[in-house]
Nanobody, 132 residues
Framework: QLQASGGGLVQPGGSLTLSCAGS????????????IGWFRQAPGKEREGVSC????????YYTNSVKGRFTISRDDAKNMVYLQMSSLSPEDTAVYYC???????????????????????RGKGTLVTVSS
């Protein structure tokens, strides 16, 4: 299961860090086997892949609109993945979801807009509102 948290109201230009906690994977799989990613969906808009990180942490993906502003990281000892967001703008307002898959290639391919979002796990979202 995945649970995203850390959303809230932030002013334009501000920062926020989202967290994704993972547990209870099938077949006794452990968190460190999974690539973890984030996607978002704004009201009235299509969902958009944001970022993902491989199980080793060695590979990351960012959609162009967040490059240089968002940083994804993981702490397998805590079964957590973080999305540090800075220089936020109203265009970043959305519900943010985390997702997991054993395949980093599939997860990054999906988040880049070419997949069908059939990841192994998807959690409930957390709302980020960027407004003054």
């Amino acid at each position: 299961q995945l649970q995203a948290s850390g959303g809230g109201l932030v002013q334009p230009g501000g920062s926020l860090t989202l967290s994704c906690a993972g547990s209870g994977f099938a077949s006794g799989d452990t968190f460190d086997l999974y690539a973890i990613g984030w996607f978002r969906q704004a009201p009235g808009k299509e969902r958009e892949g944001v970022s993902c990180i491989s199980h080793s942490g060695m590979s990351t993906y960012y959609t162009n609109s967040v490059k240089g502003r968002f940083t994804i990281s993981r702490d397998d000892a805590k079964n957590m993945v973080y999305l540090q967001m800075s220089s936020l703008s109203p265009e970043d307002t959305a519900v943010y979801y985390c997702a997991a898959d054993l395949s980093y290639d599939y997860l990054s391919w999906t988040l880049s807009g070419r997949g069908s979002y059939a990841m192994a796990y998807r959690g409930k979202g957390t709302l980020v509102t960027v407004s003054s």
